[in-house]
């Protein structure tokens, strides 16, 4: 009998050996595939200084999606097709935020943009859709508004141009072109312009490489957070985001604070008016007043579309002067379609197919928001086979499907011309698969605006200078990671192609 038991003994052993190892490997199986992760730092030091570039190489070997470890996260990476399934078809399972450090610092926690979806997120984030519409893309006569706002500052932007051509030949725009934007939304959301001249103005919204490089997804302080705790590299840069979260959000809440001060609501002037009338009345309802969340949500406007819309102009403005001859061509039919009598408009997009083309082949090939602001999962879900469970940490690789070869033919070649159809017309079906303003439920709210405003400053710089290239210094492709991809210094020279009495006359 004792024999008997110990025979017993060893096979229900054996048993309970195997049926863990057969739950582990069901477990794994379940879950994403995905590189080993190293000890307290996890798979961090891998991602380089391109995660997007590390993400795509990561597809060939584990498919779209695939699960890394930074510090002690988990973090599911969804690239091409799992992106609209999980976006798109679940999407309420995918809109969350992740509790990460630095979201809490921006606009003091009550983000639109940081912050998780919560029944208030939706009706902020509705409010907000329709308070930038109305200062937009709304009706013909708010687009009429924003394209002066933007013809206004293009003027002044190529007049300080033509200076610095004059004085140093060559210079750097990247300024100019941060101060030009945050001008334009300044002048929507405030009723106010700044010079360029304006050093205060320069401090604040000169930092954007600082705020994206901590808020982009794989930055180190949100998955490694005890960094935060002795001095070192990482505490800096945090303690700098942290500085200038504060100073932007007062920069900001003085705004709010002089329009609150003078507001009647029986005209609106700009948006932050319409905000405290839109935001103060839903407050109230829902018994939410003691929170500032005009401020926030001015801020998230103001914060969102400027740090973009420079970076856009930025590879704008570099991709014309690194192609020539795309810059001739796009001259070629604006001249044409637009007559050299008067400047480009709002009416005029329909006809400018070029233009569009080469707006969308600037999106497509930088894809300078490479991966979304990360996400997080709602409730325990599952994305093309794999198990993923509530609050899991998501990055939205969009870079992903804007350089898939089975969508686009030698996707690393910059080229236009691919969204023309064969008769001039904008291929329609292929500028949709461009995807930079993310999808679903998070889809960002400023993309007709955004894509308004790329048209009008593309149209109206090429109908009005040429601009070339130091050839001592020639226009590299490079850039720095963070929520956006901002490239590196270029150095440009701008010459009118007629005069300046256009602009005069349009924006006197
Ligand atoms: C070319 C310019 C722009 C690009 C490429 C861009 C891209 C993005 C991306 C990728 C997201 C994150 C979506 C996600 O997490 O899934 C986003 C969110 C957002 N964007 Fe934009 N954006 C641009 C301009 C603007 C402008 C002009 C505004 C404001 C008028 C704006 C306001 C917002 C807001 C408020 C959110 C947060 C939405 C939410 O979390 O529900 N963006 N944008």
């Not at 708010?142 to 210079?171: A, C, I, M, Q």
């Not at 945090?238 to 009647?264: C, G, P, Y």
């Not at 991966?371 to 086979?385: F, Q």
């Not at 949709?432 to 048209?455: A, D, M, Y």
């Amino acid at each position: 009998t004792r024999n008997r038991r110990l025979n017993v003994t060893c096979v229900t052993l054996l048993v309970s050996v195997h049926l863990f190892r057969w739950l582990r490997r069901q477990r794994s199986i379940s879950c994403p595939p995905g590189p080993l992760p190293w000890p307290v730092i996890g798979n961090a030091a891998q991602l380089g200084n391109a995660p997007h570039l590390y993400f795509t190489r990561m597809v060939k070997k584990y498919g779209n999606v695939f699960q890394i470890k930074l510090g002690s996260r988990t973090v599911v990476v969804l690239n091409g097709e799992s992106i609209k399934q999980a976006l798109v078809k679940q999407g309420s399972e995918f809109s969350g935020r992740p509790d990460f450090t630095s979201f809490k610092y921006i606009s003091n926690g009550n983000s639109l943009a940081f912050g998780t979806s919560t029944d208030w997120w939706k009706v902020h984030r509705k409010v907000a859709q329709s308070t930038v519409r109305m200062f937009s893309t709304g009706n013909p006569h708010t687009k009429k508004k924003f394209e002066n706002h933007v013809l206004s500052e293009g003027k002044e932007l190529l007049r300080l141009f033509l200076r610095k051509t004059k004085e140093d030949k060559y210079f750097q725009p990247m300024t100019y072109l941060v101060v030009s934007t945050a001008n334009i939304m300044s002048a929507v959301c405030f009723g106010k312009r700044y010079s360029y001249e304006d050093e205060e103005f320069q401090q604040l919204v000169g930092r954007n490489d600082q705020f994206t490089q901590t808020v982009g997804a794989g930055s180190i302080v949100d998955v490694m957070p005890w960094l935060q705790y002795f001095p070192n590299p990482i505490k800096t840069i945090f303690d700098n985001f942290k500085q200038l979260n504060l100073e932007f959000s007062a920069f900001i809440r003085d705004k709010v604070m002089e329009h609150r001060k003078t507001i009647q609501s029986s005209t609106i002037r700009d948006m932050t008016d319409a905000f405290i009338v839109a935001l103060d009345q839903i407050s109230d309802k829902m018994g939410l007043s003691e929170k500032d969340y005009v401020t926030a949500t001015v801020g998230d406007v103001f914060g969102a579309s400027q740090d973009t819309l420079s970076t856009a102009l930025q590879w704008i403005i570099l991709l014309l002067v690194k192609y020539p001859e795309i810059q001739v061509r796009l001259q070629q039919e604006v001249d044409k379609v637009v007559d050299r009598s008067r400047l480009p408009s709002i009416e005029d997009q329909q006809q400018l197919p070029y233009i569009m083309a080469f707006i969308y082949e600037v999106m497509r090939y930088t894809s300078f928001a490479p991966l979304t602001i990360p996400h997080s999962t709602t409730t325990d879900t599952s994305i093309m086979g794999y198990t993923v469970p509530k609050n899991a940490v998501i990055f939205i690789n969009q870079w992903s499907i804007n350089h898939d070869p089975g969508i686009w033919s030698h996707p690393d070649t910059f080229d236009p011309e691919r969204f023309l159809r064969q008769n001039g017309a904008l291929n329609k079906d292929l500028t949709s698969n461009v995807l930079i303003f993310s999808l679903g439920k998070r889809r960002c709210i400023g993309e007709e605006l955004s894509k308004l405003k790329l048209f009008l400053f593309t149209a109206l710089i090429v109908h009005q200078c040429n601009i070339t290239a130091d050839p001592a210094r020639p226009v590299m492709m490079g850039y720095n990671y963070g929520l956006t991809l901002k490239p590196h210094p270029f150095y440009l020279a701008v010459s009118l192609r007629d005069d300046m009495t256009l602009l005069e006359a349009a924006t006197s």
